[in-house]
């Protein structure tokens, strides 16, 4: 699964209103190999599911013109929500590059019937579907009204996101070195109705990321914690595309910050 990350991050914009044609049979190939193969660093299984509107009565307010959805869940346990947030994405981006469209929904879908046509055991989530096809030339005016209403084209300030060594001090491009891009294609990552979770302090050659937390959790888990796997994709995607190695893992270093924000996990860049 080869694709140009940073350009298909660039360029995707969640798409609503579809041209009404079927995905074709090389693309619908290529989606599904990616959808059975992706992995994410958390070691989180998810399984994806390509699912015809028409044969499973699929449905949503906010879409017009998509003859297919993905879905895709998971079942409960550590760091879920992110390696769930993370595979979902990556899956979405790689339809971006083929011309594929596709919006995360997580509430506007007929979500009793997603979630039989999903076959969920006890444990099991279906946090988001999306809607997969082409893009219509236009966008529909509830489309543009909902895009306007949520801010959907502009991104809160790279230092007010990034942090340089502590939470006191804003971080700078030029400053932030090799995670600079990595960091900037984060930024741009789609979360629930645009609340923009993550933090980010760098310390050297290591970034630790938190979640700032605006929304309650709901039945399908934290989903702030599935946003801040979606980005975590276009920070670890975007490494990888600049041949930047690194690793995981989970050690607070303790740095002070506010009541509404919580550690979630740390990225080391390997040594040379």
């Given at each position: 699964m080869n694709f140009k990350v940073k350009e298909s991050i660039k360029d995707r914009k969640s798409v609503r209103t579809f041209d009404g044609r079927r995905i074709s049979d090389k693309?619908?190939?290529a989606l599904l190999k990616?959808?059975?193969?992706?992995?994410?660093?958390?070691?989180?299984?998810?399984?994806?599911?390509?699912?015809?509107?028409?044969?499973?009565g699929l449905t949503s307010p906010v879409v017009i013109g998509a003859e297919d959805y993905i879905a895709a869940k998971t079942a409960r346990g550590k760091n879920f929500e992110m390696g769930y947030g993370y595979s979902f994405e990556t899956v979405c981006l790689y339809a971006k590059s083929l011309g594929i469209?596709?919006?995360?929904?997580?509430?506007?879908?007929?979500?009793?019937?997603?979630?039989k046509v999903m076959d969920l055991k006890d444990n099991e989530v279906m946090p988001?579907?999306?809607?997969v096809g082409y893009p219509a030339p236009k966008r529909s005016i509830r489309e543009v009204l909902m895009r306007k209403g949520i801010k959907a084209d502009s991104r809160i300030d790279f230092d007010k996101l990034f942090f340089d060594e502590?939470?006191?001090?804003?971080?700078?491009?030029?400053?932030?070195?090799v995670f600079a891009d990595a960091l900037e294609m984060l930024r741009w990552a789609p979360s629930?109705?645009?609340?923009?979770?993550?933090?980010?302090?760098?310390?050297?050659?290591t970034v630790h990321f938190y979640e700032a937390k605006s929304?309650?959790?709901?039945?399908?888990?934290?989903?702030?914690?599935?946003?801040?796997?979606?980005?975590?994709?276009?920070f670890d995607l975007t490494l990888k595309e600049e041949g930047i190695s690194g690793r995981f893992f989970e050690k607070d270093p303790g740095l002070?910050?506010?009541?509404?924000?919580?550690?979630?996990?740390?990225?080391?860049?390997?040594?040379?």
């Open positions: 693309d619908r190939e990616c959808m059975q193969t992706v992995r994410n660093p958390f070691d989180v299984p998810v399984e994806f599911k390509l699912l015809n509107v028409n044969e499973h469209g596709t919006v995360l929904l997580a509430s506007s879908i007929n979500r009793s019937t997603f979630e988001l579907a999306t809607p502590s939470f006191s001090k804003g971080l700078s491009a030029e400053k932030a070195g629930a109705v645009n609340k923009q979770p993550w933090r980010a302090v760098v310390c050297k050659d929304l309650g959790d709901s039945p399908l888990g934290d989903l702030q914690k599935i946003d801040l796997g979606i980005g975590l994709s276009h002070a910050h506010e009541a509404n924000v919580q550690y979630i996990i740390s990225f080391e860049k390997e040594s040379l």
